[in-house]
């Protein structure tokens, strides 16, 4: 699943959610998400400790993020194993830029 995230200002703090809930089958749960970042658009050399461990909430995954770099688009992958041993994945872009 593809999504672009609204943009956000680098001064921003905020959760990021992922929904999972039409990948999942009935009385199936998430167990364990991993978050990958990679930058499109310009670079971060540290993108990834920009952005918080992902946490479990039911049927979405949710992660914080800080201090992004302006003029940046962050490419987020979060995978996220489920209680059947499947492997699902969202996908999205946060672009960042200064307000």
Known sequence: MGNEFSEVD???????TFNYSLQLGVGETLVTPTLSVTTIQST????AA????PAVN???????FTNLVADVNY????LVTTSLSRTLVCQA???CRQN
């Not at 920009?50 to 461990?53: C, D, E, L, Q, T």
């Not at 490419?75 to 979060?78: N, S």
């Open 58 to 64: 039911g049927q979405v995954v949710t992660c914080v």
């Open 44 to 47: 971060d050399a540290g993108a």
């Open 10 to 16: 680098p001064g921003a703090v905020d959760t990021l």
């Open 93 to 95: 872009v946060l672009p």
């Open 50 to 53: 920009r952005f918080g461990a």
């Open 75 to 78: 490419d987020l992958r979060m």
